[in-house]
């Protein structure tokens, strides 16, 4: 079940209408006295009673339409009175919901709080689930009422809008545009429907929402299809003119500003043969004076959106105006934007004027590209230049509409370009026509031409880089002053203003104009105007000694300003040469330490050997004393034969040349000690000294241990000696009395116990020697350690001195910039004085000075810290 549309009326029904309401009035004033009747009617439409439940629905629907305001701010008061109404769109009976649809809309009209609450009910979900339910644009009445309800949520409400693209809501929209390829015979229930759903997509991306969520909404819309969707509506054939006209709105709105979308509709084909872009297709409607004005404006709102901060796609138009690039073949967009720059048409040569400015707006390289366009007039005439073919135009005395078109494009071409006003200004008719439009006291239609007339002068004073010997700045100004007057001057550059179409043109950037003559001002040429009027205005009031001062101060202050540069640039190369500097102090204080590692590791070896040696140390006194013992007994028994006491001189003669070599190698360590304790008292300092001193201490232990190892030696050597003694006089005092098989069998076992020892002496022998070796072995590696050390500190004391250079460099540095500080604040108060805004740098050198200071801090902790 579907509700009907509502029958037109006849004027007598209208008056009848019209009192009933005014009596309807009267009756809710009285009935909302009581707030607690609102109240009562919020709890009856809990019954479920058909009765009850919908007659309520029409008496507050009544009760909304007559005084809202008052009634709406009652049941936001009332406990639970906004969810009990949205329970009426889940009502069964369509009737109800139905009617509940109209009440929600009376109920959101207008109130921020109400549509934030009726948003975060799940209105969206369950309003596009009956959209769906009821077939989308081709669904009846309903689709229009769930409609109204979601731009009522939608409309001015960013919190809605936030909600409803991060609901993903946005893709539930894409098959709403899915159209046929027979688009013939759309019933106007279908026309309204699509044209709601493309001012609910307007109103997500529309240029007064904030840029970021715009901007977040286009991308939803590219990534689901959506703005595809849409220029297949675009170009599709059969659909309504209306539809069209929205679509193209909506497709406008849909790839202001964004890149990709702009990028996208660039590369949109019409499907024809062959096939032409989208914007040519496009272009040919707004040039074509037979096309609807509403169409046309849609069509250059489109154009404008597409080269709305793009760059590229504004390179892209002029450079099919180029004569590299044009294809005679073939209609280009530029093509098209001449031919109605240049066509009988007024509307179409405003329209061409306006695009053809955008393709302009805040570049200035398609500026400069734009000089090299070259127009064939006719045949046998030389081509002309674009900006002398609009100037020719402009001088015909056209129509007011084409010569405000003009005038604007010119205004924009030259503005911030010196050599786009070096070229006008070469033309020697354009500054006579110029003063002689500015001089005339014309008719009030043409107030608007002498006022930009007046702008596009003033643009040539204030971009003006002198470079015409008859057209400098001081010239034109000595020409505003003989032929027209300053005052006014500034009077007629006013009466762009204060003109009533200009106010309107600068509230939105939509073209919206209710008849084409009314079509005068541009939306970002507004902008230029308020940008430029007071900066000419100014201009013009200089005298010439003023402008040379200024000239002059701003010579100085770009020059010290370049001196400020380079020492900063200076500076900041210092800066990266000591953090360079640290890091290799860095890296040399990670190599100490791993020598320092390296040396405690030696360390630890060497103890290891001097254990070693206790041990074997002590295992050679113990076969030592037995050795000595078996003798003694040999000789108190037999005696020991002379050739066996000969190997024992000679052996004693032997420990006495190790003796020898010791002592040499002892007073060779009493060298080193010395050389070592020298080197230490230079370079006492940091970590190296104390590693020395370590060093040195071991050296010292060494020192005594190979003091006791020389003491035992000499016992031995006593010992030895006491031996031989005690073998000689045993051998004096011997007897050959006895058993001579027992004393053969004694000697036997004497020879062998004796060439034992003998053995066993040899392999002490050995051990000592190879132990004598390693102590040689780690007194190199000592020495070598205390090389390196020293190299260390060599290097260290080398960086101390480049930074130490490094820093005075650094304090003569600041010093300069100190004077060049003074000077320039002594520059920027005469600038002051003579009334110039003059931005400041303190700022900027005072956090420059802390660094200084923070850097000296570092260095001196580090100073201190060694």
């Known amino acids: 079940m579907t509700r009907k549309s509502k029958p037109s009326m006849s004027s007598a029904d209208e008056n009848a209408q019209k009192q009933a309401d005014d009596l309807g009035v009267q009756f809710t004033d009285k009935f909302i006295e009581?707030?607690?009747?609102?109240?009562?009617?919020?709890?009856?439409?809990?019954?479920?009673?058909?009765?009850?439940?919908?007659?309520?629905?029409?008496?507050?629907?009544?009760l909304l339409k007559n005084q809202g305001v008052q009634v709406q701010g009652i049941i936001l008061v009332s406990p639970m009175g906004v969810s009990r109404l949205m329970d009426l769109l889940a009502d069964s009976r369509e009737v109800i919901r139905n009617d509940g649809l109209l009440l929600l809309q009376q109920l959101t009209k207008s109130n921020a709080?109400?549509?934030?609450?009726v948003a975060f009910e799940n209105a969206f979900e369950r309003l596009l689930d009956i959209i769906t339910e009821e077939g989308s644009s081709d669904g009846g009445i309903v689709v229009e009422d769930c409609l109204l309800l979601l731009?009522?949520?939608?409309?001015?409400?960013?919190?809605?809008?936030?909600?409803?693209?991060?609901?993903?809501?946005?893709?539930?929209?894409?098959?709403?545009?899915?159209?046929?390829?027979?688009?013939?015979?759309?019933?106007?229930?279908?026309?309204?429907?699509?044209?709601?759903?493309?001012?609910?997509?307007?109103?997500?991306?529309?240029?007064?929402?904030?840029?970021?969520?715009?901007?977040?909404?286009?991308?939803?819309?590219?990534?689901?299809?959506?703005?595809?969707q849409l220029?297949?509506?675009?170009?599709?054939?059969?659909?309504?003119?209306?539809?069209?006209?929205?679509?193209?709105?909506?497709?406008?709105?849909?790839?202001?500003?964004?890149?990709?979308?702009?990028?996208?509709?660039?590369?949109?084909?019409?499907?024809?043969?062959?096939?032409r872009p989208a914007i040519v297709v496009l272009l040919m409607s707004m040039v074509n004076e037979r096309q609807p004005f509403v169409l046309r404006c849609a069509v250059l709102y489109c154009f404008q959106c597409f080269l709305y901060k793009n760059q590229k796609g504004q390179g892209e138009i002029v450079a099919t105006l180029l004569p590299s690039t044009i294809d005679a073949n073939s209609i280009s967009a530029g093509q098209l934007l001449c031919g109605g720059l240049f066509s009988a048409d007024s509307l179409s040569n405003w329209c061409a004027a306006v695009a053809l400015a955008h393709a302009l707006q805040d570049n200035l390289t398609q500026k400069e590209q734009l000089l090299r366009v070259q127009l064939a007039t006719s045949l046998g005439k030389p081509p002309v230049s674009l900006l002398q073919q609009c100037t020719n135009?402009?001088?015909?005395?056209?129509?007011?509409?084409?010569?405000?078109?003009?005038?604007?494009l010119l205004c924009t071409w030259i503005s911030n370009c010196p050599i786009a006003v070096t070229h006008f200004l070469h033309n020697q008719e354009n500054v006579p026509f110029l003063t002689a439009q500015i001089s005339e006291?014309?008719?009030?239609?043409?107030?608007?031409?002498?006022?930009?007339?007046?702008?596009?002068?003033?643009?040539?004073?204030?971009?003006?880089?002198?470079?015409?010997e008859n057209y400098t700045k001081e010239k034109l100004k000595q020409l505003i002053e003989k032929r027209i007057g300053?005052?006014?001057?500034?009077?007629?550059?006013?009466?762009?203003?204060?003109?009533?179409?200009?106010?309107?043109?600068?509230?939105?950037?939509?073209?919206?104009?209710?008849?084409?003559?009314?079509?005068?001002?541009?939306?970002?040429?507004?902008k230029l105007v308020k940008e430029l009027e007071g900066m000419i205005t100014k201009a013009v009031h200089k005298s010439s000694e003023e402008e040379k001062k200024e000239e002059e101060v701003k010579k100085t202050l770009e020059q010290h300003d370049n001196i400020v540069t380079q020492y900063k640039e200076l500076i900041r190369e210092q800066d990266a040469q000591i953090q360079e500097l640290k890091e290799q102090v860095s890296s040399m204080s990670s190599q100490n330490e791993q020598l320092q590692t390296t040396v405690t590791q030696q360390l630890s070896q060497i103890q290891q050997h001097k254990d070693q040696y206790n041990i074997l140390k002590l295992k050679l006194g113990k076969e030592n004393q037995s050795q000595s013992n078996s003798q003694g007994d040999a000789s108190q028994v037999n005696g020991l034969q002379t050739e066996e006491l000969t190997q024992l001189r000679e052996e004693v003669e032997e420990l006495r040349k190790q003796h020898t070599l010791l002592q040499t190698q002892l007073s060779d360590k009493d060298a080193l000690i010395s050389t070592l304790r020298s080197e230490t008292s230079q370079t006492a300092?940091?970590?190296?000294?104390?590693?020395?001193?370590?060093?040195?201490?071991?050296?010292?232990?060494?020192?005594?241990?190979?003091?006791?190892?020389?003491?035992?030696?000499?016992?031995?050597?006593?010992?030895?000696?006491?031996?031989l003694r005690r073998a000689e006089a045993a051998s004096s005092d011997a007897v050959g009395g006895g058993d001579g098989s027992s004393d053969a069998a004694k000697m036997a076992e004497l020879d062998s116990r004796l060439t034992a020892q003998m053995t066993e002496t040899e392999k002490v022998k050995e051990e000592a020697k190879r132990l004598s070796e390693s102590r040689a072995e780690l007194e190199q590696q000592l020495a070598s350690a205390n090389s390196t050390a020293a190299i260390l500190q060599t290097e260290k004391a080398k960086l101390q001195t480049e930074v130490q250079e490094s820093k005075k460099e650094q304090d003569d540095l600041l010093m300069l910039l100190a004077d060049q500080d003074q000077k320039i604040n002594s520059l920027k108060q005469r600038l002051k004085a003579l009334g110039e805004t003059v931005d400041d740098e303190d700022d900027l050198d005072a956090r420059d000075q802390t660094d200084d200071d923070d850097e000296e801090e570092e260095e001196e902790e580090d100073e201190d810290e060694e």
């Open 441 to 468: 006291n014309l008719g009030e239609d043409e107030r608007l031409v002498q006022g930009l007339c007046a702008l596009l002068l003033g643009i040539c004073i204030y971009y003006n880089d002198n470079s015409l």
């Open 113 to 117: 709080a109400i549509q934030k609450i």
């Open 231 to 275: 220029c297949t509506i675009l170009m599709a054939t059969g659909v309504p003119a209306d539809i069209l006209t929205e679509t193209i709105n909506t497709v406008s709105e849909v790839i202001r500003g964004s890149q990709v979308n702009q990028d996208y509709f660039a590369s949109v084909n019409a499907p024809s043969n062959p096939p």
């Open 685 to 723: 300092e940091g970590s190296a000294a104390s590693d020395s001193t370590e060093l040195l201490k071991e050296l010292e232990a060494l020192r005594s241990q190979i003091q006791s190892q020389s003491a035992e030696i000499n016992q031995m050597k006593t010992e030895r000696q006491e031996l």
């Open 393 to 408: 135009i402009l001088s015909q005395g056209s129509k007011v509409q084409t010569r405000v078109g003009l005038l604007m």
């Open 34 to 62: 009581d707030p607690e009747h609102v109240t009562l009617l919020l709890t009856l439409l809990e019954e479920f009673d058909f009765h009850v439940r919908w007659p309520g629905v029409k008496l507050l629907t009544a």
């Open 486 to 526: 300053k005052e006014n001057f500034v009077e007629k550059l006013g009466f762009i203003t204060k003109h009533e179409l200009y106010s309107r043109a600068a509230q939105k950037p939509q073209p919206v104009f209710p008849s084409p003559e009314q079509m005068l001002f541009d939306h970002e040429f507004t």
């Open 151 to 228: 731009l009522n949520l939608l409309k001015n409400n960013s919190s809605n809008q936030n909600f409803f693209k991060e609901g993903s809501y946005i893709q539930r929209m894409k098959p709403w545009f899915e159209v046929g390829d027979d688009n013939s015979g759309w019933s106007a229930q279908k026309v309204t429907n699509l044209h709601l759903m493309l001012q609910l997509v307007r109103v997500m991306v529309s240029p007064v929402n904030s840029p970021g969520a715009s901007a977040s909404c286009q991308k939803s819309m590219y990534q689901c299809g959506l703005l595809q």
